[in-house]
Protein backbone atom coordinates (compact mmCIF):
# COMPACT_ATOMS: atom_id res chain seq x y z
CA UNK A 1 0.00 0.00 0.00
CA UNK A 2 1.18 3.22 -1.27
CA UNK A 3 0.48 7.11 1.19
CA UNK A 4 -2.49 7.51 -1.97
CA UNK A 5 -4.12 4.58 -1.41
CA UNK A 6 -7.50 5.58 -0.02
CA UNK A 7 -7.29 2.08 2.77
CA UNK A 8 -4.85 4.09 4.41
CA UNK A 9 -6.66 7.02 4.88
CA UNK A 10 -9.35 5.64 5.50
CA UNK A 11 -7.73 3.70 8.19
CA UNK A 12 -6.03 7.20 9.28
CA UNK A 13 -9.63 9.15 9.49
CA UNK A 14 -10.98 5.63 11.65
CA UNK A 15 -8.12 6.30 14.45
CA UNK A 16 -8.46 9.67 14.48
CA UNK A 17 -12.59 9.64 15.36
CA UNK A 18 -11.03 6.72 17.91
CA UNK A 19 -9.04 9.28 19.67
CA UNK A 20 -11.69 12.18 19.92
CA UNK A 21 -13.82 9.96 21.01
CA UNK A 22 -11.63 8.95 23.78
CA UNK A 23 -10.21 11.94 24.16
CA UNK A 24 -13.84 13.56 24.91
CA UNK A 25 -14.89 10.14 27.03
CA UNK A 26 -11.60 11.68 29.25
CA UNK A 27 -12.52 15.20 29.17
CA UNK A 28 -16.13 14.08 30.80
CA UNK A 29 -14.50 11.84 33.47
CA UNK A 30 -12.84 14.93 34.29
CA UNK A 31 -15.05 17.00 34.60
CA UNK A 32 -17.27 14.43 36.65
CA UNK A 33 -14.29 13.92 38.98
CA UNK A 34 -14.07 17.75 39.43
CA UNK A 35 -17.92 17.88 40.25
CA UNK A 36 -17.48 15.36 42.62
CA UNK A 37 -14.45 16.94 44.31
CA UNK A 38 -16.25 20.29 44.26
CA UNK A 39 -19.42 18.93 45.76
CA UNK A 40 -17.72 17.03 48.34
CA UNK A 41 -15.95 20.37 49.55
CA UNK A 42 -19.38 22.16 49.50
CA UNK A 43 -20.95 19.35 51.55
CA UNK A 44 -18.03 19.54 54.33
CA UNK A 45 -17.93 22.89 54.12
CA UNK A 46 -21.99 22.98 54.79
CA UNK A 47 -21.25 20.46 57.57
CA UNK A 48 -18.49 22.49 59.20
CA UNK A 49 -20.17 25.34 60.06
CA UNK A 50 -23.43 24.15 60.14
CA UNK A 51 -21.99 22.49 63.16
CA UNK A 52 -20.80 25.64 64.34
CA UNK A 53 -23.85 27.35 63.63
CA UNK A 54 -26.41 25.20 65.53
CA UNK A 55 -23.94 24.69 68.30
CA UNK A 56 -23.52 28.85 68.99
CA UNK A 57 -19.35 28.06 68.62
CA UNK A 58 -16.47 26.92 66.49
CA UNK A 59 -16.11 23.46 66.07
CA UNK A 60 -12.90 23.29 67.66
CA UNK A 61 -14.54 24.02 70.78
CA UNK A 62 -17.43 21.87 70.46
CA UNK A 63 -14.77 19.23 70.33
CA UNK A 64 -12.66 20.22 72.97
CA UNK A 65 -15.40 20.22 75.33
CA UNK A 66 -17.75 17.22 74.32
CA UNK A 67 -17.81 15.09 77.29
CA UNK A 68 -16.43 12.53 75.51
CA UNK A 69 -16.09 10.14 78.27
CA UNK A 70 -19.40 10.93 79.98
CA UNK A 71 -20.97 9.59 76.72
CA UNK A 72 -18.95 6.54 76.10
CA UNK A 73 -20.13 5.72 79.54
CA UNK A 74 -23.79 6.08 79.19
CA UNK A 75 -23.33 4.49 76.05
CA UNK A 76 -22.24 1.39 77.11
CA UNK A 77 -24.33 0.57 79.79
CA UNK A 78 -27.22 1.17 77.24
CA UNK A 79 -25.66 -1.93 75.97
CA UNK A 80 -26.29 -3.91 79.05
CA UNK A 81 -30.06 -3.55 79.29
CA UNK A 82 -31.65 -4.67 82.50
CA UNK A 83 -35.24 -5.72 82.31
CA UNK A 84 -36.38 -5.71 85.51
CA UNK A 85 -39.17 -3.10 84.41
CA UNK A 86 -40.83 -5.91 82.24
CA UNK A 87 -44.02 -6.83 84.48
CA UNK A 88 -45.05 -6.07 87.92
CA UNK A 89 -43.51 -9.70 88.92
CA UNK A 90 -40.58 -9.11 87.54
CA UNK A 91 -40.63 -5.59 89.11
CA UNK A 92 -41.61 -6.58 92.94
CA UNK A 93 -39.23 -9.24 92.86
CA UNK A 94 -36.23 -7.14 91.43
CA UNK A 95 -35.41 -9.77 88.64
CA UNK A 96 -33.48 -7.85 86.16
CA UNK A 97 -31.09 -8.34 83.43
CA UNK A 98 -32.25 -10.95 80.56
CA UNK A 99 -33.25 -13.30 83.31
CA UNK A 100 -36.21 -11.30 83.38
CA UNK A 101 -37.54 -12.17 80.01
CA UNK A 102 -37.45 -15.91 80.73
CA UNK A 103 -39.55 -15.30 83.87
CA UNK A 104 -41.78 -13.03 82.43
CA UNK A 105 -42.65 -16.19 79.55
CA UNK A 106 -42.80 -18.44 82.15
CA UNK A 107 -45.55 -16.34 83.85
CA UNK A 108 -48.01 -15.32 81.42
CA UNK A 109 -50.68 -14.55 84.09
CA UNK A 110 -48.54 -11.49 84.75
CA UNK A 111 -47.86 -10.60 81.51
CA UNK A 112 -51.62 -9.90 81.46
CA UNK A 113 -51.78 -8.09 84.10
CA UNK A 114 -49.14 -5.85 83.58
CA UNK A 115 -50.68 -5.05 79.70
CA UNK A 116 -53.98 -4.12 80.89
CA UNK A 117 -52.77 -1.68 83.80
CA UNK A 118 -51.80 0.73 81.25
CA UNK A 119 -48.58 2.30 83.07
CA UNK A 120 -46.10 3.40 80.95
CA UNK A 121 -43.57 2.47 84.17
CA UNK A 122 -43.35 -0.49 82.47
CA UNK A 123 -42.33 -2.47 79.35
CA UNK A 124 -45.28 -4.39 78.81
CA UNK A 125 -47.39 -2.15 79.60
CA UNK A 126 -45.66 0.86 77.12
CA UNK A 127 -45.95 -1.73 74.23
CA UNK A 128 -49.29 -1.91 74.26
CA UNK A 129 -50.13 1.79 74.91
CA UNK A 130 -48.21 2.56 71.74
CA UNK A 131 -49.26 -0.16 69.47
CA UNK A 132 -53.33 0.98 70.60
CA UNK A 133 -52.18 4.80 69.85
CA UNK A 134 -50.76 3.81 66.23
CA UNK A 135 -53.40 1.09 65.75
CA UNK A 136 -56.30 3.57 66.84
CA UNK A 137 -55.11 6.14 65.34
CA UNK A 138 -54.93 4.67 61.62
CA UNK A 139 -58.28 3.38 62.32
CA UNK A 140 -59.70 6.85 62.94
CA UNK A 141 -57.69 8.68 60.60
CA UNK A 142 -58.35 6.38 57.77
CA UNK A 143 -62.19 7.21 56.72
CA UNK A 144 -61.23 10.94 56.55
CA UNK A 145 -58.23 9.92 54.68
CA UNK A 146 -60.62 7.74 52.35
CA UNK A 147 -63.31 10.75 52.15
CA UNK A 148 -60.15 14.05 51.40
CA UNK A 149 -58.32 11.10 49.40
CA UNK A 150 -60.98 10.48 47.29
CA UNK A 151 -62.60 13.54 46.83
CA UNK A 152 -58.76 15.36 46.12
CA UNK A 153 -58.77 13.50 43.13
CA UNK A 154 -59.16 15.18 39.71
CA UNK A 155 -60.75 12.11 38.46
CA UNK A 156 -63.60 12.67 40.45
CA UNK A 157 -63.72 16.37 41.13
CA UNK A 158 -62.82 18.39 38.48
CA UNK A 159 -59.94 21.33 38.37
CA UNK A 160 -59.81 23.61 40.56
CA UNK A 161 -62.79 22.42 43.20
CA UNK A 162 -60.46 19.32 43.96
CA UNK A 163 -57.76 21.70 45.53
CA UNK A 164 -59.71 22.34 48.50
CA UNK A 165 -59.77 18.91 49.47
CA UNK A 166 -56.19 18.89 48.84
CA UNK A 167 -55.45 22.29 50.66
CA UNK A 168 -56.90 20.53 53.68
CA UNK A 169 -54.56 17.37 53.69
CA UNK A 170 -51.44 19.82 52.89
CA UNK A 171 -52.54 21.90 55.57
CA UNK A 172 -52.37 18.45 58.08
CA UNK A 173 -49.31 17.23 56.73
CA UNK A 174 -47.69 20.83 57.08
CA UNK A 175 -47.96 20.09 61.02
CA UNK A 176 -46.07 17.60 62.35
CA UNK A 177 -47.77 15.04 64.81
CA UNK A 178 -45.59 16.21 67.12
CA UNK A 179 -47.10 20.15 66.98
CA UNK A 180 -50.55 18.02 66.63
CA UNK A 181 -50.25 16.68 69.94
CA UNK A 182 -49.73 20.15 71.75
CA UNK A 183 -52.61 21.23 69.74
CA UNK A 184 -55.04 18.76 71.38
CA UNK A 185 -53.69 19.06 74.80
CA UNK A 186 -55.53 22.34 74.76
CA UNK A 187 -58.21 19.84 74.66
CA UNK A 188 -57.62 17.10 77.03
CA UNK A 189 -54.85 16.77 79.34
CA UNK A 190 -51.34 15.17 77.38
CA UNK A 191 -51.95 11.56 77.64
CA UNK A 192 -52.35 8.65 75.48
CA UNK A 193 -55.89 10.15 74.40
CA UNK A 194 -54.10 12.91 72.62
CA UNK A 195 -51.48 11.18 71.01
CA UNK A 196 -54.12 8.86 69.60
CA UNK A 197 -55.70 12.06 68.14
CA UNK A 198 -52.30 13.59 66.75
CA UNK A 199 -51.83 10.62 65.26
CA UNK A 200 -55.35 10.41 63.26
CA UNK A 201 -55.19 14.01 61.92
CA UNK A 202 -51.61 13.22 61.24
CA UNK A 203 -53.32 9.90 58.93
CA UNK A 204 -55.80 12.18 57.09
CA UNK A 205 -53.17 13.79 55.85
CA UNK A 206 -50.28 11.67 54.78
CA UNK A 207 -52.67 8.80 53.72
CA UNK A 208 -55.04 10.32 52.14
CA UNK A 209 -52.20 11.90 49.86
CA UNK A 210 -51.39 9.10 49.17
CA UNK A 211 -55.11 7.60 48.42
CA UNK A 212 -55.39 10.80 45.68
CA UNK A 213 -51.87 10.16 43.98
CA UNK A 214 -53.05 6.21 43.70
CA UNK A 215 -55.81 7.38 41.79
CA UNK A 216 -54.49 9.46 39.98
CA UNK A 217 -52.59 6.57 38.40
CA UNK A 218 -55.89 4.44 37.59
CA UNK A 219 -56.44 3.37 34.37
CA UNK A 220 -59.26 4.38 31.56
CA UNK A 221 -60.75 1.22 30.60
CA UNK A 222 -62.53 -0.02 33.52
CA UNK A 223 -64.08 3.08 34.01
CA UNK A 224 -65.31 3.74 30.41
CA UNK A 225 -66.52 -0.17 30.84
CA UNK A 226 -68.45 0.85 33.41
CA UNK A 227 -69.82 4.18 31.83
CA UNK A 228 -71.17 2.18 28.98
CA UNK A 229 -73.61 0.14 30.96
CA UNK A 230 -75.45 3.81 31.35
CA UNK A 231 -74.26 3.68 35.82
CA UNK A 232 -74.21 7.20 37.34
CA UNK A 233 -71.71 8.91 38.64
CA UNK A 234 -71.23 6.78 41.83
CA UNK A 235 -71.19 3.89 40.41
CA UNK A 236 -68.06 5.05 38.48
CA UNK A 237 -66.53 5.72 41.18
CA UNK A 238 -67.61 2.93 43.50
CA UNK A 239 -66.70 0.27 40.44
CA UNK A 240 -64.45 1.81 37.84
CA UNK A 241 -62.18 4.01 39.88
CA UNK A 242 -62.22 2.24 43.68
CA UNK A 243 -62.44 -1.22 42.33
CA UNK A 244 -58.96 -0.66 40.76
CA UNK A 245 -57.33 1.07 43.86
CA UNK A 246 -58.42 -1.26 46.81
CA UNK A 247 -55.91 -3.66 47.00
CA UNK A 248 -53.18 -0.73 46.94
CA UNK A 249 -55.50 1.60 49.48
CA UNK A 250 -55.07 -1.29 51.91
CA UNK A 251 -51.26 -1.56 51.59
CA UNK A 252 -50.73 2.16 51.62
CA UNK A 253 -52.66 2.07 55.34
CA UNK A 254 -50.66 -0.85 56.14
CA UNK A 255 -47.47 1.27 55.35
CA UNK A 256 -48.89 4.14 57.06
CA UNK A 257 -49.94 2.01 60.14
CA UNK A 258 -46.29 1.16 60.47
CA UNK A 259 -45.07 4.81 60.47
CA UNK A 260 -47.75 5.79 63.01
CA UNK A 261 -45.91 3.19 65.67
CA UNK A 262 -43.17 5.16 65.32
CA UNK A 263 -44.60 8.16 65.43
CA UNK A 264 -46.69 7.35 69.00
CA UNK A 265 -42.63 6.67 70.25
CA UNK A 266 -41.79 9.99 69.40
CA UNK A 267 -45.12 11.45 71.04
CA UNK A 268 -44.60 9.32 73.89
CA UNK A 269 -41.03 11.34 74.67
CA UNK A 270 -43.06 14.28 74.18
CA UNK A 271 -45.07 12.90 77.83
CA UNK A 272 -48.12 11.11 75.98
CA UNK A 273 -47.31 7.61 77.42
CA UNK A 274 -46.19 4.81 75.92
CA UNK A 275 -42.81 3.25 75.70
CA UNK A 276 -41.43 6.41 74.21
CA UNK A 277 -42.13 7.57 77.78
CA UNK A 278 -40.39 5.06 79.58
CA UNK A 279 -37.79 5.63 77.76
CA UNK A 280 -37.21 9.77 77.72
CA UNK A 281 -37.63 9.66 81.71
CA UNK A 282 -35.15 6.81 82.41
CA UNK A 283 -32.40 8.97 79.90
CA UNK A 284 -33.27 12.14 82.14
CA UNK A 285 -32.94 10.00 85.52
CA UNK A 286 -29.53 8.51 83.96
CA UNK A 287 -31.27 4.73 84.61
CA UNK A 288 -29.50 3.64 81.28
CA UNK A 289 -29.67 0.34 82.15
CA UNK A 290 -33.52 0.85 81.92
CA UNK A 291 -33.55 3.00 79.17
CA UNK A 292 -31.56 0.19 77.64
CA UNK A 293 -34.12 -2.25 77.84
CA UNK A 294 -36.62 0.32 76.81
CA UNK A 295 -34.67 0.69 73.22
CA UNK A 296 -34.06 -2.99 72.92
CA UNK A 297 -37.83 -3.44 72.96
CA UNK A 298 -38.34 -0.31 70.79
CA UNK A 299 -36.39 -2.20 68.56
CA UNK A 300 -37.84 -5.83 68.84
CA UNK A 301 -41.39 -3.49 68.25
CA UNK A 302 -40.24 -1.46 65.19
CA UNK A 303 -39.13 -4.26 63.43
CA UNK A 304 -41.93 -6.49 63.61
CA UNK A 305 -44.33 -4.19 62.72
CA UNK A 306 -42.29 -3.72 59.52
CA UNK A 307 -41.59 -7.29 58.96
CA UNK A 308 -45.36 -8.13 59.20
CA UNK A 309 -46.46 -4.88 57.28
CA UNK A 310 -44.07 -5.35 54.65
CA UNK A 311 -44.99 -9.35 54.28
CA UNK A 312 -48.81 -8.65 53.93
CA UNK A 313 -48.23 -5.52 51.64
CA UNK A 314 -46.43 -8.36 49.53
CA UNK A 315 -48.85 -10.63 49.82
CA UNK A 316 -51.60 -7.95 49.02
CA UNK A 317 -49.14 -6.90 45.82
CA UNK A 318 -47.44 -9.76 44.79
CA UNK A 319 -46.25 -8.18 41.46
CA UNK A 320 -44.34 -5.26 43.06
CA UNK A 321 -42.52 -7.09 45.45
CA UNK A 322 -40.00 -9.66 45.57
CA UNK A 323 -41.01 -12.96 47.19
CA UNK A 324 -38.84 -14.02 49.99
CA UNK A 325 -39.59 -15.68 53.16
CA UNK A 326 -38.64 -15.54 56.69
CA UNK A 327 -35.35 -18.15 56.19
CA UNK A 328 -34.55 -16.29 53.04
CA UNK A 329 -33.96 -13.15 54.32
CA UNK A 330 -32.01 -14.17 57.66
CA UNK A 331 -30.01 -16.00 55.25
CA UNK A 332 -29.06 -13.02 52.75
CA UNK A 333 -27.69 -11.04 55.73
CA UNK A 334 -24.70 -13.16 55.43
CA UNK A 335 -24.53 -12.67 51.74
CA UNK A 336 -21.75 -9.89 51.41
CA UNK A 337 -22.58 -9.35 47.76
CA UNK A 338 -25.74 -7.87 48.37
CA UNK A 339 -24.25 -5.50 51.47
CA UNK A 340 -22.30 -4.25 48.77
CA UNK A 341 -24.80 -4.09 45.98
CA UNK A 342 -22.78 -6.35 43.89
CA UNK A 343 -25.14 -9.03 43.65
CA UNK A 344 -27.32 -9.62 40.33
CA UNK A 345 -30.18 -10.43 42.41
CA UNK A 346 -30.70 -13.62 40.04
CA UNK A 347 -29.85 -16.94 41.62
Same mark, same amino acid.
Request: net charge negative; proline share 6%; no cysteine.
Given at each position: MTEDDPRTDGGTQTANRVDELLARIERKRLVRLLFSLGALVLAAAVAYFGTGFLGD????DILRFAQYEFFVTEFLRLLR?????LTFYTREAGIGGLRAIWVTLTNPATVV???????SDLLVSGVVITLSIGIIGTIIGFPFALFFGVLGSERVIPFPFNFAFRGVM???? !????? +??? @?????? #??? $???????AVATDTIGNLGRLFT?????????????????? !????? +??? @?????? #??? $????WTLYILEINTRIAVSLGVVGAGGLGQYIQQNLNLFNSFRAGAGLVTLLFLVLSIELISSRTRAWLRPS??????????????????????????KE
Open positions: RPVPPTFVDETATSLRSTIR !AIPAL +VWV @FIFAAL #VPL $SPLTAMLDELEEIQEGPIEAIKSTG !ADRSQ +VIS @FGMLSQ #VST $SFIAEHESKGLVDAIRDLGDGSKWLGTSSG
